[in-house]
T-cell receptor, first 114, second 112 residues
Framework: AQSVTQPDIHITVSEGASLELRCNYS??????LFWYVQSPGQGLQLLLK??????LVQGIKGFEAEFKRSQSSFNLRKPSVHWSDAAEYFC????????????FGAGTILRVKS | NAGVTQTPKFRILKIGQSMTLQCTQD?????MYWYRQDPGMGLKLIYY???????DKGEVPNGYNVSRSTTEDFPLRLELAAPSQTSVYFC???????????FGNGTRLTVT
């Protein structure tokens, strides 16, 4: 079965420090991948997406992610975290072969220390 | 352009009551989805639709029903509410196969 793992439930970083959120997937098909961010009481907002081509993708708010097929990973990074980045982050994976349904990871809650 | 609109934002139900969560989108998207979000569990797919008149079960469909009579609307029906259905429900839509999902702001449902 398809699955997405976000190994870190909570991460705390200092403002200005770099950030990496991990995402690993298990899929039998060529996936397309997304990162979403959710602020408290809000819906999910798309940060970035990967369909094909360049494996390093840039998103909004200074985020980027790298698709590594050999490691089945799609980790999210940001060079310098801002206090406003505190939120919950979700990795999601889909594939046409699986009916275009997205499978979501359990999420990682990011806390930012000032 | 409102995107995906969900109503109501909050609702409290008694066990055994029924209700319909409304979802409408104005982007002419073919694909629509209902997810539930529980703490530490991410989002689980309840039902989805690839176009008007077509619906299919997701990962956690028990206790729910859907219909898709128009492209715009995708209501989710709870017939006999149970405490296990206490959750935040999100409706989402997309236009193409590998497009990102556009989410509504969610409905927070409590069943007591």
């Amino acid at each position: 079965a398809q699955s997405v793992t976000q190994p870190d439930i909570h991460i705390t970083v200092s403002e200005g420090a770099s950030l990496e959120l991990r995402c690993n997937y298990s899929y039998g098909a060529t996936p397309y991948l997304f990162w979403y961010v959710q602020s408290p009481g809000q819906g999910l907002q798309l940060l970035l997406k990967y369909f094909s081509g360049d494996t390093l993708v840039q998103g909004i708010k200074g985020f980027e992610a790298e698709f590594k097929r050999s490691q089945s990973s799609f980790n999210l990074r940001k060079p310098s975290v801002h206090w406003s980045d505190a939120a919950e982050y979700f990795c999601a994976v889909g594939a046409r072969e699986y009916g275009n349904k997205l499978v979501f990871g359990a999420g990682t809650i990011l806390r930012v220390k000032s | 352009n409102a995107g995906v609109t969900q109503t109501p934002k909050f609702r409290i139900l008694k066990i055994g009551q029924s209700m319909t969560l409304q979802c409408t989108q104005d982007m002419n998207h073919n694909y629509m989805y209902w997810y539930r979000q529980d703490p530490g569990m991410g989002l689980k797919l309840i039902y989805y639709s690839v176009g008007a008149g077509i619906t299919d079960k997701g990962e956690v469909p028990n206790g729910y029903n859907v219909s898709r009579s128009t492209t715009e609307d995708f209501p989710l029906r709870l017939e006999l509410a149970a405490p296990s259905q206490t959750s935040v429900y999100f409706c989402a839509s997309k236009g193409q196969d590998n497009s990102p999902l556009h989410f509504g702001n969610g409905t927070r449902l409590t069943v007591t």
